[in-house]
């Protein structure tokens, strides 16, 4: 199966929340990593969050860890339609050395006015 | 701080043409990453260096693809002979050292062999 899942597509309100959600599976995962791309553009750091953490809080951005589930979700408060992009979920395996990223599929974050 | 560049922005080839995607990583940064990015396959890891040294090119599709890193300011994608299912969007990343060094990634090249 993949490393790393996500739901395809997401539609929310303008103004509600979204959840994104992701799970992975590799264990030995060291940092967990959101990353935005809007169309025709690279990809944007958007937060990481070290793999002995639960929660981490950016602004309107909150991730949320469940290590032992390895499930890990981002949750974006008053959804604008800026927000409107591909939300990937991406893990980097050993210590944070260099070593490259395993994405998952991406969320289609789809925003209804 | 110009960010990761890449050129060109877009290409469009000819089936069985060399096709050379370039990359000038961030200024400081030990560690460079190519991508490639498709609809079926999402993002796919080709290659990474760690200081100018290939690390795992365990990623890269076949032996049409070459990359080299033949300093620490520039990089190359290199495909040749190019086929159409080379077609994708091919990112490069990098990162610096330490644990909080995030990567950071380029605008992309799209490709179009045609």
């Known amino acids: 199966g993949e490393d790393v899942e996500q739901s395809l597509f997401l539609s929310v309100r303008e103004g509600d929340s979204s959840v994104i959600n992701c799970t992975y599976t590799?264990?030995?995962?060291?940092?967990l990593y959101w990353y935005k791309q809007e169309p025709g553009a690279g990809l944007q750091l958007l937060t990481y969050i070290f793999s002995n953490m639960d929660m981490k809080q950016d602004q309107r951005l909150t991730v949320l860890l469940n290590k032992k589930d390895k499930h890990l979700s981002l949750r974006i408060a008053d959804t604008q339609t800026g927000d409107s992009a591909i939300y990937f979920c991406?893990?980097?395996?050993?210590?944070?050395?260099?070593?490259?990223?395993?994405f998952g599929k991406g969320t289609h974050l789809i925003i209804q006015p | 701080d110009a960010g990761v560049i890449q050129s060109p922005r877009h290409e469009v080839t000819e089936m069985g043409q060399e096709v050379t995607l370039r990359c000038k990583p961030i200024?400081?940064?030990?560690?460079l990453f190519w991508y490639r990015q498709t609809m079926m396959r999402g993002l796919e890891l080709l290659i990474y260096?760690?200081?100018?040294?290939?690390?795992?090119d365990s990623g890269m599709p076949e032996d049409r693809f070459s990359a080299k890193m033949p300093n620490a300011s520039f990089s190359t994608l290199k495909i040749q002979p190019s086929e159409p299912r080379d077609s994708a969007v091919y990112f490069c990343?990098?990162?610096?050292?330490?644990?909080?060094?995030?990567?950071?990634f380029g605008s992309g090249t799209r490709l179009t062999v045609v």
């Open positions: 200024s400081g940064h030990n560690s």
């Open positions: 990343a990098s990162r610096g050292q330490g644990a909080l060094s995030g990567y950071t």
């Open positions: 991406a893990e980097s395996k050993g210590g944070g050395g260099a070593d490259g990223l395993t």
């Open positions: 590799d264990s030995s995962s060291t940092y």
């Open positions: 260096f760690n200081n100018n040294v290939p690390i795992d």
